[in-house]
């Protein structure tokens, strides 16, 4: 039949893709190429999970195809009344309890997975940071060294982290998937996470919880580098002084804009506690503007004029006076001469 | 009022019949079309936010717009379409299964149905003006957080169209303990019957969590509460429990039907009595019950914690269980039987596949470490795409095929049939299968773009050709169905050499009374047995008398107008206190209609004996 010639073909083309596209997926974003401790618990009952069900799968469609190869009804005998079976103790039993057991198979692991996911124990022995999820942007609170940055986390490589999440509008939830598997980010209670990456790189990172317009743009990236370039790295952070006053006369200017405009009554550079925008400390270093954009001035320059073009739904859009073109190129110019340490993405080897 | 006289009515006389009617049958016509109208909306939902998803960062519709789509996609493929239909199902088929002359509540049912149409035209109207957007869940904290009165009309349109469920649920229950003809014991009704009233009993539980929860956050949002405002002490994790308490039996509501439906067509085109009866309905209850005791795996990355989490895995695992039973008992049935290939059962076949994908990968979402990957991702909407299309909707035009003659006296083109299922078949695995590699490659879902140079692209492209191969199917299906009606082939009574009663009664639609004489049922497959083993036909458990009637009303339409008026009123009252005039007045009307229908006395009418003689059998 010409129908089940298009099924065949249909799967065939079907497991051609799924597996091409396996092995595709981008690298550092893709949850199929595990590089952090959470990510990999999980690809671990992944892939029990999925040999498990393929099985079943397998013999439900064995039986199928037998079916409709042996029992379709006959020329000529649309007659032929079939034996009325009214069932089949042994079977049944059979295909009660195979499946019991593969359920155990899978259960056991993933309670002690769960478990093991859940141990905050050691919180107080390694770094801790501060997460807040915030209508769409993130915030990084290094509390133990009393310094703050925001839509780039930056880590040591190897070593566990331990994220204290908490939201300062709606729920989000936060996803890193080659490192880590989600948690939600809820504004009524802390949500410990914790994250190891194992490899240097840039990882994306995204908010899985729909939280409004600009969801889908709510990305973010953890940065994990070798331990000696993180400490450079806090040491940097930590000196910033967000009084200086940039040498070049362009970002002089810049400077004194961004503080005429309003800009400072959400922006902190430093240790303000003004958090109603992102923390821009160290902007030079940023990997994109607003989390997901190409890091350029002529990017940052837009963005000033009109946030709206980039990211609808915003909650920058329409707060501060309108610039000229001008005055937006200034501060982006003040912005992009914001460098404060030599630890950049680039340190962690992409 | 016979037959014939009825054929031949003005267009007014016609509309007036329905606008009226209490008549399951024709309820049964009412659900379908309003279901079905609701579909096509949903559809061209579906297919405005799969081209917005053609390629990456494209600007199609807006951000906003576009969370405003997959709300009301999400909301009225399951609300308004998905139940309509499957309860269009059951009042077509179900009374007569049971050998019924209709349901226990036939105004009560009228007013389901005419509760749900407003309800769900109240929730549309929304488009006007700015539909909700907060997702079909409609979580707490960015339901509170959204501006405009989308969200208003969501709580409003739901708590309408949910009463109207509720109700139905009730009604079905009464009417299947209550109406069960002379013989038809529990343990010999169909599967599709046993469906419906497990179903119903899920109905009268789940439910009410969910008219709480509306409740709650109608309060919050139009009456100044908190309880879901985490800035004066509320909680928002409540909402998500409370929604998954309703939710979580909500999808076995959606598939437990077909899952009798299923059973009923597997049995009938193999000619075969269904294997294993008492252990599907054995089945099915636990399926039910356990149902009621998984909602949190909804919730795995909310941070309940190891505890929370480990005994609803195992709990989500363990309804594996009882579902492979009845995958395997279906495969059994056919087994060694003689399987004829129509278009009902090319539906069922292709469900058996489809559907134990999407089993297959719920288990693997039940596994909770794992899950917190997939969880919130295309692989979720990959999976619940699996269960509800490729369970629910196989279903639904498994059953449409199936009762079309029994509903309208026509039997569907076949040709056509074949050609929806093909294109609906492949289109639908062209567009999902791909999803659920999509979301472990990191694209979580309700993304209004996704990004460029993300390894994304080719995936959501097919995605979306799938979506195109599908609409094609719809549209070959409604060709159908006008085809059908103007030049189909007439159904004799009993055009699939049925099994059970809906099959036994004289005509292809039946009589509008059902069963001149109610049947004696002697053991499972009632009709079969009579035609293995007596004459053919039923023998009457009763001697001829004259038929107790309801009469037809316009008050269900009336009561569901007052609410639908009230709806307005509360949404708008909260800008401007004129609207109470909307509120106050619509409950008023509403309660109005309740008490005259209280108060008048309305005993029916008979068909006498006499006239029953008089048409042939
Ligand atoms: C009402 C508070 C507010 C004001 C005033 C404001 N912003 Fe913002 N800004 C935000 C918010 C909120 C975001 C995050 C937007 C998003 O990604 O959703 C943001 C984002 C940014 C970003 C991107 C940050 C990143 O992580 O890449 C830059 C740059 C920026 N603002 C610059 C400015 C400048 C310059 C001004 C003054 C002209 C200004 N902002 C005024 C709230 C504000
Ligand atoms: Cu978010």
Not at chain 1, 115 to 140: C, E, I, M, P, R
Request: proline share 4%; aromatic share 14%; glycine share 10%.
């Amino acid at each position: 039949m010409k129908g089940w010639m298009g099924k065949i073909k249909a799967l065939l083309v079907f497991s051609a893709l799924a597996l091409f596209l396996t092995a595709c997926g981008k690298d550092n974003l893709t949850a199929l190429v595990p590089k952090g401790y959470g990510a990999q618990s999980s690809m671990d009952l992944i892939i029990l999970t999925t040999v498990v069900m393929s099985f079943v799968f397998l013999v439900v469609i064995i039986a199928l195809v037998i079916v409709l190869m042996r029992y379709r009804e006959k020329k000529g005998q649309e007659d032929y009344i079939p034996k009325q079976v009214e069932g089949n103790q042994a079977l049944e039993t059979v295909w009660t309890v195979i499946p019991i057991i593969l359920v155990i198979i899978m259960a056991v692991p993933t309670i002690l997975a769960s478990f093991d996911l859940a141990d905050n124990s050691g919180a107080s022995k390694h770094l801790n940071v501060k997460v807040t999820g915030n209508q769409y942007w993130w915030h990084f609170d290094y509390e133990n060294d009393e310094f703050q940055t925001s839509q780039d986390l930056y880590i040591p490589v190897g070593e566990r982290v331990y994220l204290n999440m908490i939201s300062s509008d709606v729920v989000h939830s936060f996803w890193v998937p080659s490192i880590s598997g989600k948690l939600d980010v809820n504004p009524e209670n802390t949500n410990t996470l914790y994250i190891e990456a194992y490899e240097e790189g840039v990882y994306w990172g995204k908010c899985a919880e729909l939280c409004g317009p600009g969801h889908s743009l709510m990305d973010f990236k953890v940065i994990a580098v070798s331990k000696e370039e993180y400490e450079q790295w806090v040491a940097d952070m930590k000196a910033v002084d967000p009084e200086e006053v940039p040498q070049d006369a362009v970002a002089a200017e810049g400077k004194e804009l961004f503080e005429a405009n309003g800009c400072m009554g959400c922006h902190a550079i430093g240790a303000s506690p003004a958090q109603v925008g992102p923390n821009l400390t160290n902007y030079a270093n940023r990997t994109t503007v607003a989390g997901v954009k190409e890091h350029s001035k002529d990017v940052l320059v837009q963005w000033i004029l009109n946030p709206e073009q980039y990211k609808p739904g915003n909650l920058m859009t329409g707060k501060y006076p309108e610039l000229s073109e001008d005055e937006a190129d200034k501060i982006a110019e003040y912005l992009l001469q914001l460098d404060a340490t030599d630890i950049t993405p680039e340190s962690a080897g992409k | 009022m016979s037959i014939a006289a009825t054929q031949k009515r003005s267009f007014g006389a016609f509309l007036w019949d329905y606008l009226t009617t209490v008549d399951h049958k024709k309820i049964a016509h009412l659900y379908l079309f309003g279901g079905g109208f609701f579909f096509l909306l949903g559809g061209l939902e579906a297919v405005v936010i799969r081209i917005q998803l053609i390629k990456p960062e494209n600007d199609f519709i807006s951000a906003g717009f576009y969370n405003e789509m997959i709300t009301m996609h999400g909301t009225t493929m399951i609300f308004l379409a998905a139940m309509p239909i499957i309860i269009g199902l059951m009042n077509a088929a179900m009374p007569l299964q049971i050998g019924a002359r209709d349901v226990a509540f036939p105004f009560l049912n009228a007013l389901s149905f005419w509760l749900f149409l407003f309800g769900g035209l109240l929730l549309n109207i929304s488009w006007f003006t700015g539909a909700p957007d907060a997702g079909w869940t409609s979580y707490a904290s960015l339901a509170l957080d959204s501006p405009g009165h989308g969200i208003d009309f969501y709580i409003a349109g739901l708590q309408i169209a949910g009463a109207g469920t509720l109700m139905g649920g009730i009604n079905f229950l009464a009417t299947i303990v209550n109406m069960r003809a002379p013989g038809m014991t529990y343990m010999r009704m169909p599967l599709f019957t046993w469906a419906t009233f497990i179903t119903s009993v899920l109905i009268l539980f789940a439910f009410p969590a969910l008219t709480i929860n509306l409740f709650l956050l109608m309060f919050d949002r139009m009456f100044g509460t908190a309880f879901f405002d985490v800035a004066l002490g509320g909680n928002t994790i409540i909402y998500q429990h409370l929604f998954w308490i309703f939710g979580h039996p909500e999808v076995y509501i959606l598939i437990l039907p077909l899952f009798g439906l299923f059973s009923d067509v597997f049995s009938t085109f193999s000619k075969k009595r269904l294997f294993g009866y008492t252990a599907m309905v054995f089945a099915t209850m636990l399926i039910a019950f356990l149902g009621f005791m998984v909602w949190a795996h909804h919730m795995f990355t909310v941070g309940l914690g190891p505890v929370a989490n480990s005994i609803f895995a195992v709990g989500t695992m363990a309804i594996a269980v009882p579902t492979g039973i009845k995958i395997f008992n279906w495969l059994a049935t056919m087994w060694g039987g003689s399987v004829r290939i129509n278009t009902a059962m090319l539906w069922s076949l292709g469900f058996i596949p489809s559907f134990t994908i999407g089993g297959m990968t719920g288990v693997m979402l039940g596994s909770a470490v794992a899950d917190y990957q997939y969880h919130d991702t295309y692989f979720v909407v990959a999976h619940f795409h699996y269960v509800i299309v490729g369970g629910t909707v196989f279903g639904i035009f498994a059953g449409l095929h199936y009762w079309w003659p029994l509903m309208f006296g026509r039997i569907l083109h076949e040709g056509m049939g074949k050609l929806t299922f093909w294109t609906f078949f492949i289109g639908f695995h062209l567009t999902f299968f791909i999803q659920h590699f999509l979301g472990l490659m990191g694209m979580p879902r309700r993304y209004w773009v996704f990004l460029e140079d993300q390894g994304l692209d080719l995936g959501n492209f097919i995605s979306t050709i799938g979506a195109f191969f599908m609409s094609f199917g719809v549209i070959v299906f409604l060709i159908n169905i006008i085809y059908t009606a103007v030049k189909g082939e007439k159904a004799s009574a009993d055009p699939w050499d049925g099994r059970t009663l809906e099959w036994a009664t004289a005509s292809s639609p039946p009589p509008y009374y059902n069963f001149k004489q109610l049947p004696l049922t002697r053991g499972l497959d009632p009709l079969w047995i009579e035609k293995r083993e007596g004459n053919g036909k039923m023998t009457p458990a009763e001697p001829l008398g004259d038929i107790h009637m309801p009469n037809g009303s316009f008050t269900p339409f009336l009561m569901s107008l007052g609410f639908f008026i009230a709806g307005f009123g509360f949404i708008y009252q909260t800008d401007n206190s004129l609207w109470h005039i909307a509120l106050f007045g619509g409950m008023a009307f509403a309660l109005g209609c309740m008490i005259y229908r209280s108060i008048k006395d309305d005993h029916g009418y008979y068909i006498p004996k006499a006239e029953l003689e008089r048409e042939a059998d």
